[in-house]
């Protein structure tokens, strides 16, 4: 690939109908990618601050559900070669909660929490 090529992906918000393509370099690595797809993506699928945005490869086995790509060093074009043309992703939100410890009295400041948790 030349230095400067660039690839439309789409990428389509899970359970919905929602798209969007954006224009990557194709040098880019997967970090890149990936910081680049989720500073535009949560203004473009209207995805609020609580929630953290995984970006998963379409057509694997589970789809939509399937393991988000992995953040690394290999750039887009080393990663995809070939069918980098055909390769397209989900948006898929996830919000984050954290549910404390029960135990830890400390962090409550005498609130109990109303969802049981296991012992």
Do not use: W
Not at 87 to 97: A, C, E
Request: aromatic share 14%; glycine share 2%.
């Amino acid at each position: 690939m030349n230095n400067n090529q660039t690839i439309e992906f789409s990428f389509k918000k899970v359970y919905t109908c929602k798209t969007v393509c954006y224009t990557i370099d194709a040098n880019f690595t997967m970090k890149q990618f990936i910081n680049y797809i989720k500073s535009k993506a949560y203004n473009d699928f209207n995805i609020d601050n609580n929630y953290t945005i995984e970006i998963v490869e379409a057509g694997q086995f589970q789809d939509e559900l399937a393991a988000p790509i992995e953040s690394c060093e290999t750039t887009i074009s080393e990663k995809y070669g070939e069918k980098i043309k055909y390769t397209s992703f989900y948006i898929r939100p996830k919000l984050g909660i954290e549910i404390p410890d029960i135990n830890n009295q400390n962090i409550y400041n005498n609130h109990i929490p109303t969802t049981p948790r296991p012992k």
